[in-house]
Nanobody, 122 residues
Framework: QVQLVESGGGLVQPGGSLRLSCAAS????????MGWYRQTPGKQRELVAT????????????NYADSVKGRFTISRENAKATVSLQMNSLEPEDTAVYFC???????????WGQGTQVTVSS
């Protein structure tokens, strides 16, 4: 069982920034990909950003939802199984519960964090 611990959510004004962090209890060698998804009431969970090839910083590949391109950046932290999501120029539409995801092992099992609330409001 892989545990994902998220941190960094909160309340911010439009145009502000927040940084989310997610630490996985698995070895980075066993992780195929990590990412962030978000969900609002009554809607399906949607992809925000993912990162693969975490074993080397130069080989890491990222993918973003069109709605966050140019504003959000996902990155790995050193050689740890930890990823961050830097969110800039936040908009009220970014308000959601953000969930960390890790895809692990040859069985490609998905694990999820407990979620962290991000609220963008004046």
């Amino acid at each position: 069982q892989v545990q994902l611990v998220e941190s960094g959510g909160g309340l911010v004004q439009p145009g502000g920034s927040l940084r989310l962090s997610c630490a996985a209890s698995a070895s980075i060698r066993s992780i195929n990909a990590m990412g962030w998804y978000r969900q609002t009431p009554g809607k399906q969970r949607e992809l925000v950003a993912t990162i693969t090839n975490l074993r080397t910083s130069s080989g890491a590949r990222t993918n973003y939802a069109d709605s966050v391109k140019g504003r959000f950046t996902i990155s790995r932290e050193n050689a740890k199984a930890t990823v961050s999501l830097q969110m800039n120029s936040l908009e009220p539409e970014d308000t959601a519960v953000y969930f960390c995801n890790a895809n692990v092992g040859v069985a490609l099992i998905d694990y999820w964090g407990q979620g962290t609330q991000v609220t963008v409001s004046s």
